[in-house]
């Protein structure tokens, strides 16, 4: 999907270009974004108030995702989109071969960063271009019915986890997505899952546990070049 960054003052925010959805930014490294990606992935934010509520959205989101949901996900960008997540969420070269570990190292990249809604619009993205392709005219502001007629078909291809990334995308700027997380409890918004908002409650034995296999793993490329 194309999106034009931000609106004129008074025109009325679309699916295709969307005046409150969350934008790349300084905390996410969007200035080292080349041109061309940013007026592709970014558009305005009408006020801060917003960002913020948009932003926790987004945390809560991330952190509901399970590790293969987020995996899958990841793996299913095309390499534009990919080496556009590696930047957002500084992922190193080889974070996409190793999938054991993709989803801590999105994750960890996301609260370093603080950068969960750009990660999570990187990631929805073309579930975002399909929709917009599917409706067409109504894409610039969706009915409850036109979202309604699409979801079937959009929870086929991509998932009831990366549709509601992108349905929170619009949680703020366009009433058809807001009317969908009233009606739809698929889509209700994801609650925090403590008062930090922490990305993740981190699962001390789980996370030792893929860090003795990464070192197995490493050990034996070791061996083999021997």
Same mark, same amino acid.
Not at 34 to 40: E, F, G, L, Q, V
Not at 50 to 57: A, F, K, P
Not at 168 to 184: E, H, R, T
Not at 192 to 220: F, H, N, T
């Given at each position: ?26 905390? /996410?490294?969007? +200035?080292?974004?080349? =041109? $061309? ?11 801060? *108030? !917003? ?17 293969d949901s987020l995996t899958s996900a990841a793996l299913a960008l095309d390499e ?5 997540? /590696?930047?957002? +969420?500084?992922?190193? =070269? $080889? ?11 999105? *994750? !960890? ?118």
């Open positions: 999907m194309r999106r034009r960054c931000g609106n004129h003052v008074g025109e009325r925010p679309t699916l295709n270009s969307p005046s409150q959805t969350y934008r790349l930014d300084a905390h /996410a490294h969007g +200035a080292n974004i080349p =041109a $061309d990606h940013t007026a592709a992935y970014t558009c305005a934010v009408t006020t801060s *108030r !917003d960002s913020i509520i948009l932003e926790r959205r987004f945390v809560n989101a991330l952190a509901a995702l399970t590790d534009e989109l990919r080496d556009l997540l /590696a930047q957002v +969420a500084g992922l190193g =070269a $080889d974070a996409f071969e190793d999938t054991a570990t993709l989803a801590e190292r999105i *994750r !960890d990249g996301a609260q370093r960063r603080r950068c969960a809604g750009d990660v999570c619009v990187v990631l929805c993205e073309p579930c975002t271009r399909h929709c917009i392709e599917t409706l067409g005219s109504a894409s610039d502001d969706p009915t409850l019915d036109d979202l309604q007629a699409i979801l079937p078909d959009v929870l086929e291809k991509f998932g009831l986890e990366v549709t509601k990334l992108m349905v929170i995308q619009y949680s703020l700027s366009l009433q058809g997505f807001k009317k969908l997380i009233s009606a739809d409890e698929r889509f209700a918004l994801p609650v925090s899952q403590s008062p930090a908002m922490q990305l993740r409650v981190v699962d001390e034995e789980a996370q030792a546990a893929k860090r003795a296999a990464r070192k197995a793993r490493r050990a034996a490329d070791k061996a083999k070049k021997k």
